[in-house]
């Protein structure tokens, strides 16, 4: 997508421009690593006992492990490399990665990040990802996000996720339809179970909404919720059985009616603005609350 700067009331088309070393662009994203993925930073180059390096280590705000890299030259097979540091991940005990946690980030916010162990991802940068690599995350059922980078002249720089294909939206979601994530982690369609019909019903509908924002909305279901992002997260759905708790990004809501609760500090949540979806009649505002938690993403 071209980025366009305006001056005096003209449009000039930014070049993109290569960054002078790769070895720079890892050095940027790990400087803003918060900021631009909402992770933790907690280590660099690190070396696994097998002798390969993990080109960034980190965790996110629910306390699932992240494993970064970035892909140097056209050439290299990021995907698979990045794929056999998850399978040692998974062979550790979680008990070295939450000293690693607390030899970073201290006591106090290691303390208050409840470690995932079930539910590591990675995650490659790049500027380009060939099809081949498109159709391996596609097929692969682990949790994989190719983002894509743009560096531009002006100091600009941007981050984006790949759009991957979808299967279309059904108005009934079948077991089928859902990749499965992890062995430990439920599906979607296990999530929207507890509820009851007319909640299910009213989860289809809005889910179906999200997505169509835009096509670079992901869906990604958690041990409790189903989260929807584009570069971060802007809502997390909880579904209960008579009710769904959605969880948005902190920003100031027009919200009218007085519904978005500032969710106490003491949890920790990034996403620490909720608001709750019960009825029909309900939908049409809560998601116009959604559709601001996603404008502040973009």
């Known amino acids: 997508m071209p980025i366009f700067k305006v001056n005096a009331g003209k449009l000039k088309n930014l070049s993109a421009l290569p960054l002078d070393k790769e070895k720079n662009l890892q050095q940027l994203v790990e400087t803003n690593l918060m900021e631009v993925l909402e992770l933790h930073f907690l280590a660099s180059e690190y070396v696994t006992t097998l002798g390969g390096r993990i080109d960034t280590l980190a965790v996110d705000t629910n306390g699932a492990p992240v494993i970064i890299e970035y892909k140097r030259n056209k050439n290299d097979n990021v995907i698979n490399q990045a794929l056999s540091y998850?399978?040692?991940?998974?062979?550790?005990?979680?008990?070295?990665?939450?000293k690693l946690m607390m030899d970073k980030l201290?006591?106090?916010?290691?303390?208050?990040?409840?470690?995932?162990?079930?539910?590591?991802?990675?995650?490659c940068i790049a500027e380009s990802f060939s099809k081949f690599d498109i159709d391996t995350v596609e097929v692969v059922p682990l949790r994989i996000e190719l983002m894509r980078y743009r560096y531009y002249e002006g100091d600009i720089f941007t981050?984006?996720?790949?759009?991957?294909?979808?299967?279309?939206?059904?108005?009934?979601?079948?077991?089928?339809?859902?990749?499965?994530?992890?062995?430990?982690t439920p599906s979607v369609?296990?999530?929207?179970?507890?509820?009851?019909?007319?909640?299910?019903?009213?989860?289809?509908?809005?889910?179906?909404?999200?997505?169509?924002?835009?096509?670079?909305?992901?869906e990604k279901p958690n041990t409790l919720y189903v989260a929807y992002r584009v570069s971060k997260n802007f809502a997390d759905l909880h579904i209960g059985k008579n009710q769904i708790k959605i969880q948005l990004r902190p920003i100031d809501y027009v919200d009218p009616q007085n519904r978005v609760e500032k969710i106490p500090d003491g949890y920790n949540w990034t996403m620490d603005r909720?608001?709750?979806l019960?009825?029909?009649?309900?939908?049409?505002?809560?998601?116009?609350?959604?559709?601001q938690s996603y404008k502040n993403v973009l």
């Open 278 to 291: 019960k009825s029909k009649e309900e939908l049409e505002y809560v998601f116009g609350l959604i559709e």
């Open 159 to 184: 981050l984006e996720p790949v759009t991957l294909s979808e299967p279309p939206l059904p108005q009934a979601i079948p077991a089928s339809s859902l990749q499965p994530l992890e062995k430990d």
């Open 86 to 98: 998850l399978k040692w991940l998974k062979t550790q005990k979680p008990g070295f990665f939450e």
């Open 106 to 123: 201290g006591n106090a916010v290691a303390d208050k990040i409840k470690l995932d162990w079930h539910n590591p991802w990675v995650i």
């Open 274 to 276: 909720r608001v709750y």
């Open 189 to 218: 369609v296990e999530l929207r179970s507890k509820a009851t019909d007319a909640i299910r019903d009213l989860f289809d509908d809005l889910r179906e909404r999200i997505m169509a924002l835009d096509e670079s909305v992901n």
